[in-house]
Structure formats: C-alpha cells, structure tokens
C-alpha cells in the first residue's frame, strides 16, 4: 500500500511538471531551470549521502544517458503535440518495455492479474492513434520520436530498478545521478541562449524552482516506491499521471478531449485497479 501511495503521488508531481513544461514556450530553458535546481540540491547533499560502490556506476552512467535523450526529444515532440497526446502515447510504451526487461533480466515473478493490469495501460495509449485522440493528430513524422522516448522512459526506469535493487540506498542514489545528469542542459542554455537564460530566470524563477522541486519529488518517491515492490508495476502505476495529464491540458491549455482519450483513460484506471486489486 505504501508503494502505490507513492507512485501515485509522484504521477501527480510528475503530470504537473510536464503541463509547466508544454504550457512554456521556452522549454529549453525551463527545462535548464530545473535542472539547476535539481543540481543545486545535488551539490549540497553530496556531503551527507554515501559514494555509490563501483558495481552501481554502469547502472547509473547508463541511466543519465538514457534520461537527457529523454529530455531532448521531449522538447521536440512538444513543440508539435498536444500534451494530452504526446505525454499518454510516450508514457504507454514505457510499461512494455519495463515489463519485457523485468522478466527477461531481473527474475521477479508476477501474478497474470498484473501482467494483464500492465498490457492494458499501452492498449490505452494505443486509442490516441485513432483520429488523433478526438484532437490534431500527431504527424507521423514524430511517431518513432514519441516511440524512442518511451523506449528511454522504459529502459531508465527499469536501470533505476535495478540499481536500487543492487543498492537500497534511494536518497544517494537520486543525489548521484542528478549530479550526473543534471548539468549538459544548464550548460547549453548558458552557451548557446546565455541572455534568454540569464532573463528567464530574472522573470520565471518560480517556474524554474516549482518544476525543478516536482521533477526531484516525483523521481524521489519512485525510487523508494521500485525499492518496496515490483519494479515493472511501480512504472506501470505510474501511468495514471496519463489522466491527470489529459484533465490538465483540457482544463489549462484549452486542448479537446475527445472519445480516443476518455477510452485511453479509462484503461489505463482499469489496468490500475486489477493490479492492486
């Protein structure tokens, strides 16, 4: 119980930060902003968290690597999707792959309840291809570019997993990887958009600082919750942020929302609740 408890609460954390991220039209830098953010709580934890043993590291290393792709074609699929479409069908591939790499690699057991709880949340997101979620479709063109991020969402998550497995040290590892991964985007907002940046923060700070503190919670409470109970349904649950996300693009970017997303939504609460069930 306590693990659902906080992967639903790092859905919600998770949800919002992406409606911050769609409603800016400078995502680049808020998504710096929050790296920064992320980095400066980094820095002044490293003192008081223990140094990851050496087996942990190619986890962690490949994890960051897979999280700043990730943030990347974020920012491009963005900038030509509806957040009601982009985040559902990006978030429903990450369950599959999760679930594939869990009983290929990790040995854990799960029951056919919540192998079929699982299955139902990418059958969801699958809805959102007909006539383009009941909103504008989705060029096909970005299609293997929300794929990959699945992939990434799928393949980082699943690293976190195991490295948390390896070692139950969730608050350090969290520390680690941000310090890890945190700075290639404040680095390139400072190179190539110094003066936006410079600007964006004396204007937006808050934005910055409200998506960065999400982003940091919503990894944090995941972490611990992969630490608890089944990895694969950890990230499985963590898709309800799919229909929190859509309520918050219809009620704050004004974005429809057709019979493709209601039945979208309405699996994946479904696949939610024969897992727990």
């Known amino acids: 119980m306590l693990a659902t408890s906080l992967v639903l609460i790092a859905a919600l954390l998770h949800a919002t930060w992406n409606t911050l991220i769609k409603f800016s039209g400078e995502r680049l830098l ?19 968290v223990q140094v990851p043993p050496p087996e942990i590291w190619p986890w962690m290393l490949a994890s ?8 990347y074609l974020l920012i491009k699929a963005y900038r030509v999707g509806d957040l009601g479409l982009v ?45 383009g979620g009941g909103g504008e479709r989705l060029p096909w063109s970005m299609l293997p570019v929300v794929a990959l991020i699945g992939l990434c969402i799928g393949c980082y998550t699943w690293l976190d997993g195991s490295a948390i497995r390896l070692w139950s040290q969730p608050l350090d590892y969290l520390v680690w990887l941000t310090l890890i991964s945190a700075w290639p985007f404040p680095l390139l907002a400072t190179v190539a958009r110094r003066a936006p940046f ?32 089944s990895v694969a349904e950890a990230a499985a649950l963590r898709e309800v942020s799919v ?8 009620r704050y970017l004004k974005e429809p929302f057709g019979g493709p997303r209601l039945l979208a939504c309405a699996l ?5 609740l024969i897992m727990k069930l």
């Open 30 to 48: 808020v998504i710096a902003s929050m790296d920064v953010v992320a980095l400066l709580f980094a820095l002044a934890m490293v003192a008081f």
């Open 64 to 71: 960051a690597a897979f999280e700043l792709l990730y943030r």
């Open 87 to 131: 985040y559902p069908l990006m978030r429903g591939l990450s369950p599959l792959v999760v679930l594939a790499l869990t009983l290929t690699f990790a040995g854990e057991t799960l029951s056919t309840q919540q192998i079929f709880g699982i299955l139902l949340v990418p059958c969801g997101m699958a809805c959102l291809l007909w006539q």
């Open 198 to 229: 410079v600007q964006f923060w004396r204007s937006q700070w808050k934005l910055g600082l409200a998506v960065g503190l999400c982003v940091l919670s919503s990894y944090a409470l995941v972490l611990w919750a992969m630490q608890l109970g």
């Open 243 to 250: 229909i929190l996300v859509v309520l918050m693009g219809m």
């Open 268 to 272: 994946v609460l479904i696949g939610m």
